[in-house]
Each structure stands twice: as C-alpha cells, then as structure tokens.
C-alpha cells in the first residue's frame, strides 16, 4: 500500500467521478465535485506526509473517508468508491470501518485482487480474530459463485437465461410442428437438442433467481454486521442488566449477522456460532439499503451534501 497503493487509488476515484459524477443533476453534480475534488486533495496530502507528519496524516486520512462517504450517502452506488472509502478508513487506523466498506465494495465488484488484498490486510489488523465453522466454509466453497458475483451480475444472468428459455421453447414448437408436417429440415433429434438446452438454461435461470432472492431475504431478515465501535461488551440479553456473554470485549473489524432486534439492541452471531446481544449503535449493517430500513443510519439527501 506504497506508491502502486496510491495511483491505484486515485485511479479508482478518477473513474467513479467519470462514470458517476458527470450525469448527476447540475446542482447536485457541483456540489458532489466539489466533495469529490476536497477529497482527492486531502487524499492526495496524507500519502505525502504520511511519514512525517503520521498524526496529521491520519485526519486527512479521516477527512478523505469523510468527504467519499458524503458522495455515497448522496445516493451513488459504486464499488470503487467504497473500495476508496475503506482504504482511506485503513490508512487512518480505523479497521472497523475499513473492513465494513471494503465489504460492502466486495458486493459490487467481488473479484478484484486489490481489494481482496486490502480486505485481507484488514482482517490481519483485527484485534479479536474469530475463526468461521467449518459448516459455513463449506456452504461458500460450494455455493462459491452466490458469493463471487455481484448480486446485478447474477439478476442479468438469470433474465438473460429466461428469456432463452422461451425463446428456445418457441424454437422448439416451430421445428415440431415443421417435423410433423413432414418438413425435410426438421428432426427429432433436433427437437431434442433444443430441449436438452431449454432445461440448462431453466436451471441456471432458477439458480440465478433464487440467489439474488435469498440475498435480498437475509438483507432484510438476517444482515449482516461490522462491529465499529471499540471494547464492544456482550451481553446475555438485551440490557447491561445482564451478565457477560464473553470474557473479553469485541474490537473493531469483528463480522456478525444480527438476528434479532429490541429497540436498541442487537442479537448477532458470530462466525464461529456464538451469539449474544450488543448495543446497535456499536455496529454497522453492510447493506447499506437495509441500514436506511432499520433507521440505525439516516443517509443525507443531496441537497444537504457539502
């Protein structure tokens, strides 16, 4: 995360202020220029002194985050700047918060190397490692392509696929009927052929849709979590009434899936199985959608950007 770090960086901002900035509003596009250019500078400043001056470093670092994240809650959705957002948020120190969007960047472009890299990099900084089931290890090597393409890239694939499986299935009823008249062109074996390929296309469109469906059925009823906040204590029930569930504290960076909700308080379980309950405040939700949902994070409107 030197100098390739850097570029690759800066690259990733250039390429979402291309892709995304120039076709928004004209108000609205200023202002998000203007929240983009600051961060770009502020960015650009810390990698410049990041060894002399570390500490100040970090605040522009902190800064950066900030202004990336003004640009996302305004409503853009973008691999690459959560991706940048997560690497301003690691090179400030704040693994938590690094870890939570390079998460939420690996659900928009899940096979890139650099951020699996940093995301890697990430976890290695994790202060309370929580190694998964073998159970869960073995749900992602199997359903390995719901977990490496982006839930878009799976949608597309499947209406692609169910659009070929009618217009197979149409194909397929011309060449009978053809056969049946006793056209010289048509064949059973034919026939056949385009049925064989109307039942592959059916199931990788099956596939498809049932994934984008459970993806979207968890984000509402079983979200995923980053714990952000620092000595996060578990407890047994949802109250400091209650006793420890755990000896020590969770720190920034730890993955959970929340539960189950009462007013305040969060049930999550962990990786590993274990699960108790934390304050919601001590969390964020990696979909962003379901976060504006449960109202744990009020995403500002792009009138009140900058």
Not at 136 to 151: G, L, N, P, R
Request: some cysteine; glycine content about 6%.
């Amino acid at each position: 995360m030197s100098g390739s770090f850097r570029r690759w960086a800066l690259l990733t901002v250039m390429t979402f202020a291309a892709a995304s900035l120039t076709a928004a509003a004209a108000p609205a596009g200023q202002e998000l220029q203007k929240e983009f250019e600051q961060a770009l500078r502020d960015f650009d400043e810390a990698h410049q002194i990041q060894n002399e001056r570390p500490d100040r470093a970090r605040q522009l670092f902190r800064a950066a985050a900030q202004s990336f994240s003004s640009i996302a809650a305004a409503g853009v959705v973008n691999g690459r700047l959560e991706f940048n957002i997560g690497n301003c948020h690691l090179q400030a120190g704040d693994v938590g918060r690094a870890i939570l969007h390079y998460l939420r960047a690996q659900r928009l472009i899940p096979r890139d190397p650099l951020l699996a890299d940093n995301l890697a990099v990430a976890h290695s900084r994790c202060l309370t490692p929580i190694e998964p089931t073998r159970q869960s290890e073995f749900f992602k090597s199997v359903f390995f392509w719901h977990h490496q393409t982006a839930a878009a890239t799976r949608f597309r694939v499947g209406l692609v696929m169910y659009i070929a499986v009618w217009v197979l299935l149409s194909a397929r009823s011309l060449i009978r009927r053809r056969w049946i008249t006793g056209s010289a062109d048509s064949s059973p074996q034919r026939s056949r052929a385009l049925g064989l390929l109307i039942v592959v296309c059916a199931i990788v469109a099956g596939a498809c849709g049932m994934s984008v469906a459970a993806q979207r059925w968890s984000d509402r009823n079983a979200p995923e979590a980053v714990v952000t906040a620092m000595d996060v204590v578990v407890y047994k029930g949802p109250g400091t009434g209650y006793q420890r569930q755990f000896e020590q504290p969770l720190q920034p960076g730890v993955e959970c899936t929340i539960r189950e909700r009462r007013g305040t308080w969060w049930n999550i379980e962990l990786v590993d199985g274990n699960a108790g309950w934390i304050q919601a405040g001590d969390a964020e939700l990696i979909s962003e959608e379901t976060e504006a949902l449960s109202q744990v994070l009020r995403p500002r409107n792009v009138a009140s950007v900058g």
